[in-house]
């Protein structure tokens, strides 16, 4: 015999922010990744050169433009999956710290786009699908930007560099996934991590701001409603024409123009919910204005909508001064200051993705370029995989990788540094 319980919603004092409809999101809250026996010590990369902190784990590199700038392709230490593998970015050997594809010359992000493609293109040959089981195989590549939080953790955290995660999970990684609303999460520090609550606002607010820029070509403004039965992300999204997209000059350049946007945004918002544009030092949070004084900066800002504007108004009667004291406790236990502390900066994830290749597709399935802001969440992305919207992957507690996927593992990236070779036979290094 059993008694029946009633489930007490989970306490979130940024509830407010999420629509209705989100509590019914499909989500996976765990999602188990194999991983390595031996990793390196799990610490931010604080090395003076990218080399010294990623050593033997970087596999190839390719020179990338002018003046020392190059391109590391890097065995992940902690994978999101068996077949993965890092880009990251080294300006001027290593002498500036480029976190944002505004930051680095375009020749770089040209680039490290072809890479991407190329990455693309090897998934989905036939040969490699055969090879390595990727039929129905789910495909992501992104990159996380947070430049200014180094007091908790936030999706740049372990290296401000700019790096680019290739991602691909055989349907065997996740056809056993439990998926479940999101309204059922009840830890509050998962569900964050899963939708940000700024998430649908931003998405909102990111499309008035770019209102009035022109999209490149075959590019056009998507809604979640066209990705519900696909699984699709939360977040500002664009359709693309195809994969083929990231080799056009025209896709780097959209990007620098998102960043900028959203940067420009997020600066205004910045100093009408306080009064300066700037970041403030670490384990400190610059002061609220009050909530009419905000109210009345945000009807300066021509640009924004009224449902974004509405939003905005909410955040801030949410949002309250953090105590000198609180900040202490906070200072001595990160997952205190997670589940309290505002990222101190701009914090999002851009990447690309489309729903896993299957017959069900009429020739190429649709790709879409996807920004995700974060106020709250404690990783750079959970990838939308399984059919599920997000989904935290959990590479520090799931199953040692097998001798076997070990050498698929090795041999999948040894097939696309090949690619890469034959493509490109002249950026060897």
Not at 65 to 73: L, M, Y
Request: aromatic share 8%.
């Amino acid at each position: 015999m059993t008694t029946a319980t009633t489930r007490r919603p989970i306490a979130d004092r940024f509830g407010p922010l999420y629509p209705a409809s989100a509590m019914r999101l499909p989500v996976i809250p765990s999602l188990p990744m194999p991983r390595l026996a031996a990793p390196p010590p799990d610490v931010p990369n604080l090395s003076p050169h990218y080399r010294d902190h990623y050593g033997p784990n970087i596999l190839r590199e390719y020179p990338a433009g002018e003046a020392g700038d190059r391109i590391a392709v890097i065995d992940k230490a902690f994978p999101h999956s068996v077949y993965d593998m890092m880009l990251l970015a080294t300006v001027g050997d290593d002498k500036v710290i480029a976190s944002s594809v505004s930051d680095v010359p375009e020749a770089m992000l040209r680039a490290l786009l072809t890479f991407c493609g190329q990455f693309v293109r090897y998934v989905h040959a036939c040969s490699t699908r055969h090879r390595f089981g990727l039929d129905g195989a789910q495909l992501t590549i992104g990159t996380n930007y947070d430049p200014s939080t180094t007091d908790r953790d936030n999706g740049q955290w372990w290296d401000k560099r700019m790096h680019w995660h290739l991602n691909c999970w055989p349907a065997t990684a996740y056809r056993d996934a439990s998926i479940v609303p999101l309204g059922d999460v009840n830890d509050v520090n998962r569900r964050r991590a899963l939708v940000d609550p700024i998430a649908h606002l931003a998405a909102q607010v990111m499309r008035d701001a770019i209102r009035t820029q022109p999209l490149p070509a075959g590019c056009r403004l998507a809604g979640d409603a066209g990705l519900s039965s696909a699984g699709g992300p939360v977040g500002f999204k664009i359709a693309l024409p195809d994969w083929d997209f990231l080799a056009d000059t025209a896709c780097a350049r959209f990007l620098v123009d998102l960043h900028d946007v959203a940067a420009a945004a997020y600066a205004q918002l910045r100093e009408c919910f306080t009064g300066s544009p700037s970041a403030s030092p670490p384990w400190t949070r610059p002061g609220l204005l009050p909530p009419c004084q905000v109210a009345a900066n945000l009807d300066e800002l021509t640009w924004i909508s009224e449902p974004g504007r509405r939003g905005l108004v909410i955040l801030r009667s949410l949002l309250r001064d953090v105590t000198a004291h609180e900040m202490d406790l906070m200072r001595a236990d990160m997952d205190l200051a997670n589940r309290c502390l505002t990222l101190a900066g701009l914090d999002y994830h851009l990447g690309f993705w489309s729903p896993p290749q299957s017959s069900s597709w009429r020739g190429h399935p649709p790709v879409y370029l996807v920004m995700q802001f974060k106020l709250f969440s404690a990783v750079g992305s959970s990838p939308a995989i399984g059919g599920g919207v997000a989904s935290i992957l959990d590479r520090f507690r799931g199953p040692i990788m097998s001798a076997q996927q070990t050498r698929l593992r090795r041999q999948f990236q040894d097939g696309f540094l090949a690619v890469l070779e034959r493509e490109a036979p002249e950026a060897a290094a």
